[in-house]
């Protein structure tokens, strides 16, 4: 998946050393990108990482994964030099085209860290505020 000059595509192994620099300065990841990358890279049925470039630079990544016929978004991260530039709304359509194309799940689940933004993020895909544990859910089936 394309847009301006910024490609989308499922991580690689090199790209886990790439983004090691994110774990050092963020303190909410710290620990938990390798993580990510490893269930990815062994379990690739069940876990998605995908990773945005932009000029041969990885500016952002995201995480998801399939429990039974539903799909859970983690973590939309996005360089803070380059935010507000669509690379989120790229990042997230990439896990919802997974998860209906790749895993055909029947919804996808997502729950905010930041709420405010995470609200207005995901409402323009269709999210609504679901009942239990999750914030928002997507419908992709009946």
């Keep these: 998946m394309t847009g301006q000059d910024v490609v989308v595509r499922p991580a690689v ?3 886990l050393q ?3 620099p994110l774990e050092r ?3 909410l990841w710290r620990g938990n990108v390798a993580g990510y990358f490893q269930d990815h890279l062994k379990k ?3 876990h ?3 990773v945005a470039e932009k000029a041969g630079r990885v500016v952002g990544f995201v995480y998801a994964l399939r429990e039974g016929s539903n799909a859970r978004l983690f973590y939309n991260f996005v360089y803070p030099g380059h935010l507000r530039q669509g690379i989120g709304e790229l990042l997230t359509k990439a896990r919802i085209g997974h998860a209906r194309d790749v895993w055909h ?3 996808v689940l997502v729950t905010f860290s930041d709420r405010e933004k ?3 993020h995901y409402a323009k895909f269709g999210f609504v505020k679901a ?3 999750s914030d928002a859910v997507l419908r992709l089936r009946k």
């Design 13 to 15: 192994k090199g790209d």
């Design 18 to 20: 790439r983004l090691a």
């Design 25 to 27: 300065e963020h303190q």
């Design 44 to 46: 690739p049925n069940d």
């Design 48 to 50: 998605i990482v995908f």
């Design 105 to 107: 799940s029947q919804n």
């Design 118 to 120: 995470g609200v207005r």
């Design 131 to 133: 009942a239990g544990g």
